[in-house]
Each structure stands twice: as C-alpha cells, then as structure tokens.
C-alpha cells in the first residue's frame, strides 16, 4: 500500500488549481482502469492513506464514497474496500459481431475515422467547404461584426432578461417567437416584396437550418435537386447529405439556364439565388423568373429561394424576391439575420406556403426542439425599433466603399487584366483568373501569406470550372484593403503570371 500512496503523492499537484479532492479522484480512477491497481486489491485505510497524502481524513473518505458511488470499489462494513472487476464481460465481447464482419479488419478500419463514416458521410467529409479562419481580409461571406451595435442589443438584452417570463426560458414549439414573426414579415413585405403573413413565417437556426428542415419535409430519400452551376457549398451539403441527388444547371447572364433534357427530367427541389447568384452574382431575369415558377407549376418542383444577402445592392435598390411572383405556391423563401447583423447569432427565417405552415412548425418543432427565444425577443425589438434599418443603412454605405476601394485596388495592380464579376452587390465579388492559372494554388499560397481568399472551382460539381477567386471585403477595414491586395497581388503575380510567361502580366 506503500507503493500506492508513494505514487499518488508524486502524481498530487499542490499548486495546481483543481482541488486535492478532485486531483485524488481522477488519479485512483485512471490507477483502476488502467490496472496499475488490480480488481480484489484492498485500498488503505482512509486514515492511513490521508496521514501518508498529508491531506484531510475527510478528503480520502469522500473520495471513497465517490469511488463507491460510480462502481470502481467494493465497501463493507468492517471488512474495508476493495477495488472492483470493472473489466469487459469476456463473454459479451468475444460475441462474433452482428454483421459477421471480421474483428481484426474493424480494428484496422477503426484505426482511420474514414472507416466509422456512412458514405454520404465521407462525402460529405471529401467536399467539406467550411474553413477553420472566418475573419480577415478577404473572408468572403462575413459582414463586419465591429460595427454591430452591441451596446444597444445589450441594453435591449438586459431590460429583457430583467422582466423575463418563463416562456422565454423554455422550448419554443410553434415556429419562434411570435412578435419576431410579426416584426420578420413586416420586414420582408416591404424590403422584400415577400408575400406573407406572420403564420407563415418559421424562426430556423438560419439557412442551412431551412433547407434541411424543407428536404426531410418535401422530399424522399433519392429524388433529385436542381443546384445552380456553381452554387454555395453549404446548400450542396446539406441537400447531399439529407439523401437527395444533385443534378447542376448551368447558369448564364440570366440566372438558371436548363437544358432541354433537364427539363424533361423535373427534380423535386431546385435551390436558386435569383436576386443575386452565389457565387458569381448575377440577377435572375424576370423572364427566367416566370419560366421557372410556371415550370415549377406544372411539375410540382418545389422552389427554395435562397435569399441571403441581397439587402446589398450598391448600384440600385435591393431586387424583389421570386416569392412575390409565386402565384402557385411553389417558392419556399429562406433568409438569414446572419450577414445582416452577425454570423454567430445563428437565427434565421423561412417563409413557406400558408397551407404547409403548420406541417413546418411541428417538423421543426419536432426535429431541432428549438430555443433562444430570449435571442429572438431580442431580435423582434432590435427590429421594430428601427435598429435592424438604420444597421443595413449605414453598413450598405460602408461596404459600398470598401468595395470601391478593391476594385480600385484590382483595377491599380492589374488593370484590366482580371475581370471582376458579381462586383454591384453582397458582401464580396469573383476576381476571374486565366484559364491556365490553378485558384486553389493561388488560394493556399495567399493564406500562407496572411490573405484569406476561396477558390472559384470549389464551388462546381461537374466538370468544366472557371479559375477564380471569391474575394470579400465587407469585414476589411478601409485602410487595410490596398496592403491587404498588395500581397494578394504578389502572390498572384508569382503563381499565376511568372509561371506562365506568355500570359497578359500585370497592367503597365
Ligand atoms: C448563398 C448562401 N446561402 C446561405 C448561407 C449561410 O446561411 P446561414 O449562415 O444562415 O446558415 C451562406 C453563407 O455564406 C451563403 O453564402
């Protein structure tokens, strides 16, 4: 017992910040599971073990209880404690495995968490579009959370919490805060020209929230979706993993442009970004519009219009949505707070068919058990404040110039030699590189270089790409645009125009 003690008062760490007690715990827990101390060993009295750990009696004994209590000892009156069998039942793990397959190849396959994972798991793995850094120049997608008016959500916050009733502390079934819904689709008839009622509207955790709530609804395992070519990451996951099959559609100056055999094949869901498409940024003609929905009509194809960010418009007012035009009611309308005000708010929004409301409100009720109905009061206020109008106001300005002042950058390192597509609207614009040039080089270099940009090509799923680069500039600071280009340029210069003599270097 000697030994025992000799190794927990080395193990013991007097100045360290957990207690002694919890110290002592975890050490004889690890000693019993890694066999240091064997099942039927007799621990030492508590007040030997405390005189030799120069620690309180009471420490050990609540210790032992603790070790009683979760089955690592045996305790009986007069006799002492004994250290538990706590090792697998032999029998029950020397049983052949259900599917018959052979334990030593799932040792092997567990050693790579590639072999835990269902195949719409790797896939999903394989493609994953989400990057570990979301803030710097030129984060594409991220507003600018510095100029979020914090003081004043935290005052609206506090007076809330102040007065808060229970029901904003518990589950929220129902689709979300009623007074948000009322603000939201206050919001979204005049901003939006959505067509809605505040029953119509579903609070969600934001977009991708929406389109998985909307597939497990509308769609079967199997059936197939329209993606734009290229489209958002997110979206393509969501719908990948959800069990559904992308088909892409080309899209040109219009929007969504269908071949004659994709239209003889209509998908149960096409996904569109018809005020501003991700992301190359055009707008969706009207013409397109009503093709689509007419389209829509006459096959039962469920439309989800993925509206995310198209309050930024810097040229001319923000464009209607394609739910205003839906006279069949075929559009699910999905929308986000999230480039808005904060990407970490997590609160979303989608408007849906008046007869399919209640049907979305149990499904999300009854799939995601939602919350944060303290957020959403929040948000409601924020709104019907004015908060959220005057907030787009000034960072429309603001991001407007920022923009500017990159092209303007482009425009002084390479003139015209790199078009800038999608540059009238959003929160970041496709700077277009040669043909022979590799963006995803280019993308892994920049980052080396401090520069955060995201390679064109990633976002198609067939074969024939165009070599980009997705460049944001609203969460940039003005002054830190040019320098920020500056080496975005050199790295440019090096892997895409030294390596290629021949190609149109940069503008004299
Ligand atoms: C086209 C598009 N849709 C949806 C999202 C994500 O929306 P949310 O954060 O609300 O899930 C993004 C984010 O970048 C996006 O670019």
Redesign the pocket.
Known sequence: MEILSEWLSAQLEQESAEPVYRQLLHLMQQAILTGRLAPGTKLPSSRSLAGDLHVARNTVLHVYDQLSAEGYVLSTTGSGTYVADTRPDSAAVSLPPLDGADPAAETTAAASPRGDMSSRGQRLIDQAGVSAKQWGAFM??VPDVAEFPARTWSRLQSRLWRSASHGLLTYAPGGGYRPLRRALSDYLRVARSVRCTPDQIIIT??????IDLTVRLLADVGERAWVEEPC?W??RSVLQSSGLKLTPIPIDDEGLNPSEADLRDPPRIALV?PSHQ??LGMVMSLARRRTLLEYARQHKVWIIE?D??SEFRYGSRPLASLQGLDDANQVIYVG?L??LLF?GL?I?YMVVPERLAPIFRTGVAELYREGQLMQQAVLAEFIMDGYLTSHVRRMRTLYGERRQLLIDAVTRHFGDALPVMGEEAGLHFVLGLPEHADDRAVTAAALDAGVIVRPLTGYYNGEQKRQGLLTGYACVPHEEIEPAFATLARVIEEQVFARAPHAKRRAA
């Open positions: 594409p997608g955790t934001g977009i991708h929230q929406s958002y997110g979206a970004t991700y992301p993925d995310y960010d986000s999230g480039k990407p997590r979303g």
